[in-house]
């Protein structure tokens, strides 16, 4: 716990500033809360027996001396409450900038086994609640501190028994504070899991929105989300129970004191032990030590929340990227894109059975390799090795003569373009969407890569042109105009390595023709790795392996795998018998 708190006040380095001139103005907002009873005390035991102009030119002084009181409380007050929000909005930006850049440097064996609602909500509610505590656990318990403290002393230096007797509930209420927060502990974790439950299922039912209308699932998809909701209801119902004990059990506490030195007041009254004015300072300041400790209780609340979080935080941070540069890593500006499997063996965990087993391939550069074969056999597998999406098991890849595990990373990717089935477009313009193969690249080279690709007349048909809004994922588009606009990201990214990973399979048939020749026009003097399904497509192709689960079957040209009689020609009678 030491070494996370220690990471937690970290944040607060570059805001050194703000943190002590919060704590000053609590400090002073906190002092000035204690001086207005000593005042009215003042007045009551002394003030009102002066005479005459006397009398009404100190009350005036006096009046406008806790004006003055007021308005510095105010000031204080405003500082706090604005400042101080300042400081925890950019600490929680600080670690929500470092939790997304941790998130981009995870590979995909780590989103493999991740839910993203899960992972939002790590980056959303998690962090403002850790926020908050950043923010006003401090604050919180200064003030606090300096009200009980402070109190106690003055109260001490007007009557000693009083004092006891009204500070003699504090042990109590520490002591039920303390118990129901243990209590509270589990139950926040609970909620934030119930909470990161549902925020998964409303991204999974709001992304496949398309696919339950279709399907006339809406009932089955709020069936689903009311199971998570009530879960989420239950779990808060076992959390307010405790709050509703502690909150309503101090509340009864804070009365009891007040009940207690007025009865005792009053009979320290009758003996003369106490004044009248020394017995209204005494309730005066009942609020003042006991607000304090019901914020104590809050602080611990408001920590157990934020503290939880960020552990959770924390945790993610914790997860090592599984694929990252070796420390020798050497730049590499340009590939040619001679590529060697050398005896690659994949699993995708550990006690799995490997998806690919003692692989070897030479591939040259620019030459057009095509992957064939029934579906989980590897295909998709061995082209995800080549940019390190996946670390192979036993082996190695070598491009031009080097280990891909000694190429930085940014290096290698940049010298590979992918082409997938499943295109993702971002929530932009169709100009936002070509630019992001080069985000650098000038209004021109992206017109130039949408001609290549053969994107630019369906651009330009439309009213707006390159500057078309295309939706979530690029949902005002056909699929093929999706495809093409994928293939002008790749265009523009210039890559001498390409891989097209079943790129025209769900498209129909003209459509597959035009992406067809965007593709093969991309695919000139590269090196191009193709997993087709349609063998219509890799006719072409100077290479075809065929890929099983006992890995490369055979390999060949498009007629040398046709006279071989084969499982290629197995695959090709299917199709087209």
């Known amino acids: 716990m030491k070494e996370k708190l220690k990471k937690l006040i970290a944040y607060y380095n570059p805001y050194r500033f703000l943190f002590f001139s919060d704590m000053f103005f609590a400090i002073i907002g906190a002092l000035v809360t204690l001086a207005l009873p000593l005042i ?273 935080f924390l945790e993610i941070l914790s997860i090592a990227p599984d694929i990252k540069d070796a420390e020798d890593a050497v730049a590499v500006r340009e590939l040619k894109g001679d590529i060697i499997f050398d005896d690659v063996s994949f699993c995708y965990e550990e006690n799995q059975d490997k998806v690919l087993n003692h692989v070897n391939l030479n591939v040259d550069a620019g030459s057009y390799m095509a992957l064939v074969g029934p579906s989980g056999a590897g295909k998709t597998t061995l082209c995800s090795l080549i940019p390190r999406f996946y670390e192979v098991s036993s082996g190695k890849i070598l491009i031009d003569g080097m280990d891909i595990r000694s190429i930085r990373l940014d290096d290698l990717r940049n010298n590979i373009g992918i082409v997938q089935q499943d295109v993702y477009l971002f929530a932009g313009t169709i100009m936002d969407n070509i630019r992001y193969g080069k985000p650098e690249a000038s209004d021109e080279e992206v017109v130039l890569a949408a001609k290549n690709a053969n994107a630019h007349e369906f651009i330009v048909a439309f009213p707006e042109g390159y500057d078309t809004d295309i939706g979530q994922r690029g949902v005002k588009l056909s699929g093929g105009q999706k495809q093409r606009l994928s293939i002008a990201r790749v265009f523009l990214k210039n890559p001498p390595i390409l891989i097209f990973d079943e790129a025209t399979s769900a498209l129909d048939n003209e459509s597959e023709q035009v992406v067809q020749q965007s593709l093969e026009s991309l695919a000139k003097n590269r090196t191009t790795f193709v997993i087709a399904h349609r063998l219509s497509t890799i006719r072409n192709a100077e290479k075809i392996l065929v890929l099983t689960d006992e890995g490369i079957a055979e390999e060949g040209t498009h007629e040398e795998l046709l006279h071989a009689h084969g499982i290629y020609e197995g695959l090709y009678q299917m199709q087209f018998s």
Do not use: W
């Open 40 to 312: 009215v005390r003042y007045i009551t035991n002394n003030v009102i027996y002066y005479e005459g102009s006397k009398l009404s030119q100190t009350i005036f002084s006096l009046g406008v001396i806790m004006v003055i009181l007021v308005v510095v409380e105010f000031g204080c007050n405003y500082y706090i409450a604005y400042f101080g929000h300042i400081m925890g909005a950019k600490m929680e930006a600080d670690m929500r900038s470092d939790i997304f850049g941790h998130y981009q440097k995870l590979t995909f064996a780590f989103y493999d086994n991740q839910k993203v609602g899960h992972l939002l909500s790590r980056i959303t509610s998690d962090l403002f609640d850790i926020s908050e505590l950043l923010h006003h656990g401090p604050e919180d318990v200064l003030i606090s501190v300096i009200k009980i403290i402070g109190s106690f002393i003055i109260l001490m230096m007007i009557n000693m028994k009083l004092t006891l007797i009204a500070f003699a509930f504090i042990p109590a209420m520490v002591v039920f504070a303390v118990y129901y927060n243990k209590k509270m502990k589990s139950a926040f974790s609970q909620n934030r899991a119930k909470i990161a439950d549902i925020n998964s299922q409303i991204e999974d039912s709001l992304s496949g929105i398309r696919v339950v209308k279709s399907f006339a699932n809406e009932s089955e998809e709020l069936r689903k989300f009311n199971k998570g909701n009530g879960r989420f209801v239950e779990a808060k119902k076992k959390s307010y129970l405790y709050m509703g004990m502690y909150n309503s059990g101090l509340n009864a506490l804070t009365t009891l004191v007040t009940v207690v030195v007025l009865v005792a007041g009053a009979q320290f009254l009758t003996t003369g032990q106490v004044v009248v004015s020394d017995l209204i300072t005494f309730l005066l300041y009942i609020n003042n030590f006991t607000e304090p400790v019901k914020k104590l209780v809050n602080s611990a609340e408001q920590f157990q929340n934020g503290y939880t979080g960020f552990e959770r």
